[in-house]
């Protein structure tokens, strides 16, 4: 079992549809948790960071941490076309010598 | 002006070959890392530096040896090249070490191996 599922997708949803993309973990000790875009043939790209348990906004987005579930996810309103990208969790430890964790991706396709 | 650049873009070599990856920032961070993503889009740390000290060496076949003669550029040689090597590599630097520093990543250096 990897230490951090993530459905492939794909997950295909009209314009100005709400997504929720999600994450399940099993190490407990993750508690910095990022969400990262990535374009075909880019890399990916910071989208929202987050500590510990909660909520956090910014603009369309909303990353959730639940930590007593290992579940976090990521809300998408009013999706865009431009939003058609593989969005891909990841998490870590902490601070000192630990490298973050990647979940293997969920490609968002949004119809116009 | 682009913060983490790679060399080549696309790299296509034949089994048994010698190749390197070149990898530059000019964000002032001081770590950096590479990563490999498989066919599946999974990301995988290989090694990771810290103001040029190698920190994060995952379990890499010794046919990968990074290099860092500075704090804005790693790079990545590989010796005979396999067909299993077949992947996009990426860079990515970071203002500190620890899983806690969020990541800036190039755009990739997609190996072929024929």
């Known amino acids: 079992q990897k230490e951090v599922e993530q459905d492939p997708g794909p997950l295909s949803v009209p314009e100005g549809a709400i997504v929720s993309l999600n994450c399940t973990y099993s190490?407990?000790?993750?508690?910095?948790f990022m969400w990262y875009r990535q374009y075909s043939r880019k890399g990916p790209e910071l989208l929202m960071y987050?500590?510990?348990?909660g909520n956090k906004e910014d603009g369309r987005f909303t990353a959730q941490v639940d930590k007593s579930s290992k579940y976090i996810s990521l809300f998408i309103r009013d999706s865009q076309p431009s939003d058609s990208a593989t969005y891909l969790c990841a998490m870590s430890a902490g601070t000192g010598r630990r490298a973050l964790t990647f979940g293997s991706g969920t490609r968002l396709q949004v119809q116009p | 002006d682009t913060a983490v650049s790679q060399t080549p873009k696309y790299l296509v070599t034949q089994m048994g070959n010698d190749k390197s990856i070149k990898c530059e920032q000019n964000?002032?961070?001081?770590?950096m890392y590479w990563y490999k993503q498989d066919s599946k889009k999974f990301l995988k740390i290989m090694f990771s530096y810290n103001n040029k000290e190698l920190i994060i060496n995952e379990t890499v076949p010794n046919r990968f040896s990074p290099k860092s003669p500075d704090k804005a550029h790693l790079n990545l040689h590989i010796n005979s090249l396999e067909l299993g090597d077949s992947a996009v590599y990426f860079c990515?630097?970071?203002?500190?070490?620890?899983?806690?520093?969020?990541?800036?990543f190039g755009d990739g250096t997609r190996l072929s191996i024929l």
């Open positions: 990515a630097s970071s203002q500190g070490l620890g899983g806690n520093q969020p990541q800036h």
């Open positions: 987050t500590y510990s348990s």
């Open positions: 964000l002032g961070h001081d770590t």
């Open positions: 190490n407990s000790a993750f508690q910095y």
